[in-house]
Nanobody, 124 residues
Framework: QVQLVESGGGLVQPGGSLRLSCAAS????????VGWFRQAPGKDREGVVC????????NYADSVRGRFTISKDDANNTVYLHMNNLKPEDTAVYYC?????????????????WGQGTMVTVSS
């Protein structure tokens, strides 16, 4: 019953924008640390951004800082990733994740719940 479902991925040209959504069910997302991770073909999974359950701490990867923004809609139990000025190196499968510890971390091994991922392709 505990699920995270990503949506919003697709093909976009360099410099374009996308908004990814992650809908949670079976638990209250606002009680969990949430994060976005990505995995490019042939590469390890890496953290993009994480947010503590009460919003005290937000951490962005250097590669996306200033271009990506995380936000939450508590009423709809949904977390978003707003991506601007996309680059070809942003191409990856993007995953949302949640953990009950309430501590923001970019270490994917610390997260208990994962979505299936949504593909983002940045290409001209």
């Amino acid at each position: 019953q505990v699920q995270l479902v990503e949506s919003g991925g697709g093909l976009v040209q360099p410099g374009g924008s996308l908004r990814l959504s992650c809908a949670a069910s079976g638990f209250t997302l606002d009680d969990y640390t949430v994060g976005w991770f990505r995995q490019a073909p042939g590469k390890d999974r890496e953290g993009v951004v994480c947010l503590s359950s009460r919003g005290e701490t937000t951490n962005y990867a250097d590669s996306v800082r200033g271009r990506f923004t995380i936000s939450k809609d508590d009423a709809n139990n949904t977390v978003y990733l707003h991506m601007n000025n996309l680059k070809p190196e942003d191409t990856a499968v993007y995953y949302c994740a949640a953990d009950p510890l309430g501590i923001a971390t970019m270490n994917y091994l610390m997260y208990d719940h994962w979505g299936q991922g949504t593909m983002v392709t940045v290409s001209s």
